[in-house]
Each structure stands twice: as C-alpha cells, then as structure tokens.
C-alpha cells in the first residue's frame, strides 16, 4: 500500500494547561505542595477562626513534611 502526503497529516500540538495567576493551585505548584495539602491547611486555619486571605499566607508559609507512613528501622 502506497502512503500519500494526504496520509500523513501533522497532529495539532497539546498546550499542557498551567494554573491562572493567583488561583491555589498555582501557589502551591510555585512552592511545591500538593494542592490538596494546602486547602486542608487553609480549611482548618479558618475553621480556628483566621479569615482566608491571612489563613493562606500562612498555610503557604509553612514547609512541607513528609508524607506517608514511616518506614520501620532495620536492625540487623
């Protein structure tokens, strides 16, 4: 079977989508944190009574611990 220029048409190119300026999901990307991470954060600040804007500046301040659970010591 004889291929035709017609056969190889160009895919279109994906753009990958980057958060807007200013959303969540660009601030935790910016610091490296899960987004998930940092809503929770923000939810229990506000839940103890700190209004948003301020409950995100400090939920972003904060450093990023390790996830999961520990992993045993060996003793050998």
């Known amino acids: 079977m004889k291929l035709t220029a017609r056969d190889f048409r160009p895919t279109p190119c994906q ?3 980057e958060p807007n300026m ?4 660009q601030r ?3 610091i490296g944190m899960p ?15 700190i209004e948003r804007e301020r409950a995100i500046e400090i939920a972003l301040s904060r ?9 045993k010591p060996t003793h050998r």
Do not use: E, H, N, Y
Not at 22 to 25: E, K, N, Q, R
Not at 35 to 42: F, S
Not at 63 to 71: A, C, I, K, M
């Open 15 to 17: 753009k990958k989508s």
């Open 22 to 25: 200013g959303t969540l999901s």
């Open 28 to 30: 935790a990307k910016a």
């Open 35 to 49: 987004v998930g991470t940092l809503k929770t954060r923000i939810k229990k600040l506000m839940d103890s009574g």
């Open 63 to 71: 450093p990023v611990g390790p996830q999961g659970r520990p992993r």
